[in-house]
């Protein structure tokens, strides 16, 4: 079965290491200056001319509270008036964008991330929604994949009923923790009453799908505490789940400087609230789509895993990866083709670049033909825990172990570890490896020795 997983403490301890999470391949940490606007138009025009289809991500970076544990780029602001200017320059960067592609491009994918959506107005979020279905052919039959990341702290009902008025269809609501005192020392309070009035509007409302994401590894929790979390979740019946570990980087991430350290769970602990939550979510139904997500078998991803269609990109797990994917909003990555590129990370810089009707791209990688290969490789293993050698070598006319010769011996002991299966047509990647699939695609990332790996979270 492919949502069989075996918990194997030893090889687990092994394998933890440090490494990407393979939204993309290469990783962001490979994107350089070298990488502007032109070559955006030049993957814009080639997009258009094979009419692919879209996937369209919009960021927006406002939160009305600072979560202490938070990695994603925000700016924290108790006036809704920032939000004005941001969506003034992000309206400009629609238009520019939208004029290089052709308007019978079908958007099958959207998705609203952050920051907080929802910090914006009733009337911004119509405004907004308004612009891109100027610019852009979203779909208005409720077929497209239509996702937004809810705080229920900032929204109700009228807030779920106008999203569902815009289109949307899915939600992904933020909720780490329930303990209040670990909800206390991330700076979160959120109650299940909260969390609960937004999941039954969104039910109520007709929405496809209902993801919660959860933390652990937060200050304070233990096994048993999280636990009870975990069944709350599980009563709650989300589709998706989305179960992460906390990485703490208090040198790299500022807000994170505000956690007392000492109140961390072991990395003992951490383990043992992994384990019981893969049993808890396994007992309860859902299977391990990878990567610290589990869905209910008729979910879409799981549906897609089984039939070997699943895909991977910098949305997470998706049945869209077919798509050219459109990063709108400060700090937003695209990819086109096999150009990645992100607009610049900083707020000021992002509005002004676009106040000279200039778009916002600051960095990138073109993707060369080793890269295309790897990518795939990768791709193949994240989604569906296997690798059938000769599909790869039609697609890319290469010998497999000529071309990964060196990489055999590495493959091998994997193999005598009992992480994966090897022969001389594919590797299986074996329910003990399977929470450790990162560490199988590393051994493929061509770029991963001269990393800094501090840069990543753990695998486990």
Known sequence: MLDAIRWDTDLIRRYDLAGPRYTSYPTAVQFDSQVGTFDLFHALRD??????????????????NICYYCACNKVITKDRGRALPYLQRLEQEIQLIACHLDPSQKVEQLHFGGGTPTFLSHDELRQLMAQLRKHFNLLDDDSGDYGIEIDPREADWSTMGLLRELGFNRVSIGLQDLDPAVQRAVNRLQSLEETRAV???????????????????????????????VDEVISLQPDRLSVFNYAHLPERFMPQRRINSDELPTPA????????????????????????????????????????????????????????????????????????????????QYQN????????????????????????????????FGLEFAQIEQA??????????????????????????????????????????????MVFDAYLEQQNRQRFSRVI
Not at 215 to 220: A, S
Not at 401 to 430: C, H, K, S
């Open 47 to 64: 997009s258009r001319k094979a009419l692919r289809p879209l996937s369209l991500y919009v960021h927006v970076p406002f939160c009305a």
């Open 199 to 229: 999941i039954d509007a969104a039910r109520t409302l007709q929405f496809r799908s209902i993801n919660i994401d959860l933390i652990y590894g937060l200050p304070k929790q233990t096994p048993e505490n999280f636990a009870r979390t």
């Open 269 to 348: 602990q951490k383990l043992e609230m992994l384990q019981g939550t893969i049993e808890q979510l396994t007992k309860a139904g859902y299977r391990y789509i990878g990567m610290d997500h589990f869905a209910l078998p008729d979910d879409e991803l799981a549906i897609a895993q089984e039939e070997s269609t699943l895909q991977r990109n910098f949305q997470g797990y998706t049945t869209h990866g077919h798509c050219d994917l459109i990063g709108l909003g400060v700090s937003a990555i695209s990819q086109i083709g096999d150009l990645y590129c992100q607009n610049s990370s900083d707020l000021n």
């Open 353 to 384: 670049a676009l106040a000279s009707a200039q778009l916002a791209t600051s960095r990138g990688l073109l993707c060369n033909a080793d890269d295309r290969l790897r990518r795939a490789v990768i791709q193949q293993l994240i989604c569906t």
């Open 396 to 441: 890319f006319n290469i010998d497999f172990q000529g071309y990964f010769g060196e990489l055999w011996p590495q493959l091998q002991e994997m193999a005598d570890d009992g992480l994966i299966e090897l022969d001389n047509e594919r590797i299986t990647v074996l329910p003990a490896g399977r929470l450790l699939v990162r560490s199988v695609c």
